[in-house]
């Protein structure tokens, strides 16, 4: 059973372009949540995401984020027009949904805005 | 609002000795999780350890446990026998159980030295 699966692993973009960040959940997991690293920092809560449906996004910056989880296909973290400050390791982590399951983290999209 | 507290930014250990890394958390919950993940330089999180509130019994995996008091609001993880793979980022993590999901909150991490 693969694990939680993100690419890219690493992103470079420059100021104002746009970057997409993708998550495979495991399978049989229809919960997704994603969370942000910044250097030195721990993990910090963004979103939290079913198919179709985003249930909790408290943690979301209220302008240039975004976040999909399709019926079909990965889960999507956009952001739009990039800022430095955006450069952080991304994490996605799922589970199967009940309450008392173990989110399992993939290997993160570490993305550095130039 | 919950928070997680690690105070030690940095700890070092001789191989093959004992080591412990203090969290102390603060919530008005009574059902919870609390973990500690690991972070390699390779920057996966490994999850290392969960401890149910409702547990008394503090849980061990192998050469790691874990010293848990609800009352005091204290999760210190126990690292017995370290080895130079332990070297890493440790994070302690609360999650709540109020709602049927949550979030998990994470402390600003501990970051960890094996001398060999």
């Known amino acids: 059973n693969a694990g939680v699966m993100q690419n890219p692993r690493h992103l470079v973009r420059r100021r104002g372009q746009e970057a997409r960040l993708r998550c495979s959940p495991m399978?049989?997991?229809?919960?997704v949540y994603w969370y942000r690293q910044l250097p030195e920092e721990g993990l910090k809560f963004m979103v939290y995401?079913?198919?179709?449906?985003?249930?909790?996004e408290s943690g979301m910056p209220k302008e240039r984020f975004s976040a999909e989880f399709p019926k079909e296909g990965p889960s999507i973290l956009r952001i739009q027009q990039v800022v430095r400050g955006d450069s952080a390791a991304y994490f996605c982590?799922?589970?199967?949904?009940?309450?008392?399951?173990?989110?399992?983290f993939g290997p993160g999209t570490r993305l550095t805005v130039l | 609002a919950q928070t997680v507290t690690q105070s030690q930014p940095e700890m070092s250990v001789q191989e093959a000795e004992t080591v412990t890394l203090s969290c102390t958390y603060d919530?008005?919950?009574?059902?919870?999780?609390l973990f500690w993940y690991k972070q390699p330089p390779s920057r996966q999180m490994i999850l290392v350890i969960r401890?149910?509130?409702?547990?008394?019994q503090n849980a061990t995996e192998n050469r790691f446990s874990v010293n848990f008091q609800k009352a005091a609001k204290s999760f210190s993880l126990k690292i017995s026998d370290s080895q130079l793979g332990d070297a890493a980022m440790y994070f302690c993590?609360?999650?709540?159980?109020?709602?049927?999901?949550?979030?998990?909150?994470f402390g600003p991490g501990t970051s960890l030295s094996v001398i060999p």
């Open positions: 982590a799922s589970s199967p949904g009940h309450i008392t399951d173990t989110q399992y």
């Open positions: 399978k049989g997991h229809s919960h």
């Open positions: 995401l079913q198919k179709e449906n985003i249930i909790d």
């Open positions: 919530t008005s919950e009574s059902d919870y999780y």
């Open positions: 401890q149910e509130a409702y547990k008394q």
């Open positions: 993590a609360y999650r709540s159980l109020k709602t049927s999901y949550d979030k998990v909150i």
